[in-house]
Every structure is written in structure tokens, then in C-alpha cells.
């Protein structure tokens, strides 16, 4: 499979908020909490590299639909253990019952170099609690408790096999060069951040909306959680699809700048968060594994042509996230100003 290069224009994006990221002809029910129940793609990780040809074609054809289709899957045989990922949640609990919220407000933003924030909003737009921590390319997190810090640095280490693994595959169902992706974004030096999120049960909340709807920045989002409800995310066909995750599965979830690179094959998703249905507390962990934050973003001259004309700015990572005044800790979505 060749090599492919991206087409290259440097644009800075303009300093204007968004909430969500409109796809193109879909009128969008915004934070919606009318979703159905539709089976939602699973992938297993290990068959993508079978040695038995045949098993490895149909799971990478399943892996094309996917990423085609939806957007998004559930991700199975990862090869991260079981107590690695209950070990995180329970680490992320512990952090949000041990400490006060006076010692979590020690990570209030405060600068572009922030590493480690918290935040809590709790009204009609928004409810949720909320650390976010650089995981790589170097790890930082809270030094209290030992048990959050411990098991978090465990799970990053564990998930980088399946990053790169899941790089590589796309890339082959996408037609280029195995290490193409994890070449282009440099993901040796991938600026990744993890958010946990804390989420009220529906009788602390005071509104419907836990997260309002949004894309996220990056290659792709892997999220976990201890109790399922609540994330939907909206199919390419404009329906809220709920999210009900296979226990110790991840769901994975196309990022802003795969469709970058992809110049729209592949689609960064709509998701929200709702609360009204939690009867108790929920809480996830959702990464967005970004490229280095020098990679400069531009579509794959592959996916640009007569009949599929450029359709994405670029810049590098590191403009992107600090497009409309955020910090790069914020890892905040500025898709609407990518596109051309």
C-alpha cells in the first residue's frame, strides 16, 4: 500500500464558542433526551490480528463498517486485564470521596500549562464533577489519593498497546501504509487527556444535561464507566443511539482530527450526556488520544480529488486546542472552523 501525503494550508481557527458540531444535511435534535435502543457495532481487538487470514479480513471488514457506518463500537479482547479497568474506577472514586472539595479546588484552571483541572458545574446546561490529567506523553495526576494515581498510570500503560494497535489497523482499512496514522500523528508523542466524570443521581441534578452535545479533538475517544445510562451518541442518520457499554469493553469513538485526515470518509460523532434517568451517582473515564501537540493536521492526499475536494484548514494540534481561547487541558472541539 503506498505512502500518501497531506495537502498542506495553515489556517488559525477564529475565537468563537461552540457547543456541537453539526453533520452536513442532518437536522440535529439538540440534547435530546428522546434515543433509542439499536445495536451498536463490536469489534474484537484481537481478531485484527489473527494469524489465520481469513478471521482477520472479516474483522477488519467489520472494523471498515464501523468506522464507516458509525462512528463509533465497542471494543473486546483488548488484552487490558479486568482488575486494570475496575482498578481505575475505583481509583476515581476514591478521589472524589477521600479529598474535600476545597483540596480538589487546588486544580481550578489557572494557565495554558496546566496539566491537572478540575471543574464543577451543576445547572441546566451542564451536571457533572470533573479531573481532567495529561495521561501522556508524560502522566501527571493528583498525589492524593495513592490509589487514583497508581491505578490510572496502570490502565494508560496498558491501553497504548491497544492506541497503536488500533492505528494501525485503520490504517489498513483505510488503504495506507500499516504505521501510516501512528507515523502521521506522531503518537509516540501523543498529547492524550483523560476526563473523569462524576454525574449526579437525577434527583441532585438540576437540569436533564450532564455534558451538552459536542465532538471531541483528536485521533479517537476510548471511554469507560461503571454504570451504564446516559451517553448517547447520534448515528450519521441524525437518531440518538443509547450507549449501554459490555462490561470491561471500551467504547471507541472516531475523533475530530481522524476526520481531518480522512478529509470527511470518516465522521468525528455527536454525543451528550443525560441525568434524568441515573437513580445513583455514575461515573466514566473518557480519553481523547490526540496527536503530538506539533503534528500539523491536513487531509491525506488520498481522500482529496476532483469528485471529493478539500474539505479541512490545517494546523497543528496544539492551535486547534487552544482555538476559542481554550487551554490545551480543555481539550475543547474548534471542528466547525476545520472545515472549508
Avoid at 500523528?185 to 454525574?199: E, Q, T
Wanted: aromatic share 10%; hydrophobic share 35%.
Amino acid at each position: 500500500m503506498a505512502q500518501t501525503s497531506p495537502v498542506h494550508t495553515h489556517e488559525t481557527c477564529e475565537h468563537t464558542n461552540i457547543t456541537s458540531v453539526p453533520f452536513s444535511n442532518i437536522n440535529i435534535p439538540m440534547d435530546s433526551v428522546l434515543a433509542v435502543d439499536e445495536d451498536i457495532p463490536t469489534i474484537d481487538f484481537l481478531m485484527l490480528f489473527s494469524d489465520d487470514p481469513i478471521q482477520q479480513s472479516k474483522a477488519l471488514d467489520n472494523l471498515s463498517n464501523a468506522c464507516d457506518e458509525y462512528g463509533f463500537f465497542y471494543l473486546v479482547n483488548h488484552g487490558v486485564p479486568d482488575s486494570v479497568i475496575e482498578g481505575a474506577l475505583e481509583g476515581i472514586a476514591d478521589f472524589f470521596e477521600v479529598t474535600k472539595e476545597e483540596e480538589r479546588k487546588e486544580y481550578v484552571k489557572s494557565s495554558p500549562a496546566d496539566r491537572i483541572m478540575w471543574g464543577l458545574n451543576s445547572h441546566a446546561g451542564e451536571n457533572r464533577e470533573y479531573l481532567k490529567v495529561v495521561a501522556h506523553p508524560q502522566f501527571h495526576c493528583p498525589a492524593k489519593p495513592a490509589s487514583l494515581s497508581e491505578a490510572l498510570e496502570e490502565y494508560f500503560k496498558r491501553f497504548q498497546d491497544v492506541k497503536i494497535g488500533l492505528a494501525r489497523a485503520i490504517s489498513k482499512i483505510l488503504g495506507l501504509e500499516e504505521f501510516y496514522i501512528e507515523k502521521f500523528f506522531n503518537l509516540k508523542s501523543g498529547f492524550d487527556v483523560s476526563a473523569m466524570n462524576v454525574y449526579p443521581p437525577n434527583f441532585q441534578s438540576k437540569g436533564s444535561i450532564g455534558v451538552p452535545s459536542h465532538t471531541d479533538p483528536g485521533f479517537f475517544v476510548s471511554l469507560i464507566q461503571d454504570v451504564n445510562g446516559g451517553l448517547r451518541v447520534l448515528s450519521h442518520k441524525g437518531k440518538w443511539i443509547n450507549v449501554y457499554i459490555p462490561r470491561n469493553a471500551f467504547l471507541i469513538q472516531i475523533g475530530d482530527h481522524l476526520e481531518v485526515l480522512t478529509n470527511g470518509k470518516y465522521k468525528s460523532h455527536i454525543h451528550q450526556v443525560v441525568v434524568d434517568n441515573n437513580k445513583v451517582r455514575r461515573i466514566s473515564l473518557a480519553t481523547l488520544h490526540g496527536p503530538s501537540l506539533d503534528t500539523f493536521v491536513i487531509p491525506a492526499t488520498k481522500f482529496v480529488d476532483h469528485f471529493h475536494p478539500l474539505g479541512y484548514r490545517g494546523m497543528t494540534y496544539k492551535e486547534s486546542l487552544e482555538a476559542n481561547g481554550h487551554h490545551e487541558i480543555e481539550v475543547q472541539s474548534c471542528l466547525e472552523q476545520l472545515r472549508l
